[in-house]
């Protein structure tokens, strides 16, 4: 299985970004997907998910700013990110998970645990 995020940069404050996260040898169809973010610590947040049949979760810290979308066809999951602020400042992590995906967990425990992990995509946000 790879998995490839890509898309992170650094932004301003109140800018946008859209991350993308490529799969390759691994059942994308039937599996619930996610994006987590990782903070100094090794802690990761789960910060957005898309079921198979399309339902969408988002913690609370990014409703109305971020939207997670996947393309089947092509393996893809997409996170668009508006109105970033400094806060959101970590490294994105996409990930293939079980309905329902721990919400806070160290990295370490989550990439050897999931059988889908990718190493991530800074994302910066300068005030």
């Known amino acids: 299985v790879q998995v490839v995020e890509s898309g992170g940069s650094t932004v301003q404050a109140g800018g946008s970004l859209r991350l993308s996260c490529k799969l390759s040898?691994?059942?994308?169809?039937?599996?619930?997907m996610a994006w987590y973010r990782q903070t100094p610590g090794d802690e990761c947040e789960l910060v957005s998910s898309?079921?198979?049949?399309?339902?969408?979760y988002y913690v609370d810290s990014v409703k109305g700013r971020f939207t997670v979308s996947q393309d089947k066809a092509q393996n893809l999951m997409y996170l668009q990110m508006n109105t970033l602020k400094p806060e959101d400042t970590a490294v994105y992590h996409c990930?293939?998970?079980?309905?329902?995906?721990?919400?806070?967990?160290?990295?370490?425990?989550?990439?050897?645990?999931?059988?889908?992990w990718g190493q991530g995509t800074l994302v910066t946000v300068s005030s």
């Open positions: 040898g691994f059942h994308f169809h039937d599996s619930d």
């Open positions: 990930a293939a998970v079980p309905p329902q995906p721990l919400m806070v967990a160290t990295c370490a425990r989550l990439s050897n645990a999931l059988d889908a």
């Open positions: 898309i079921s198979s049949d399309g339902r969408a």
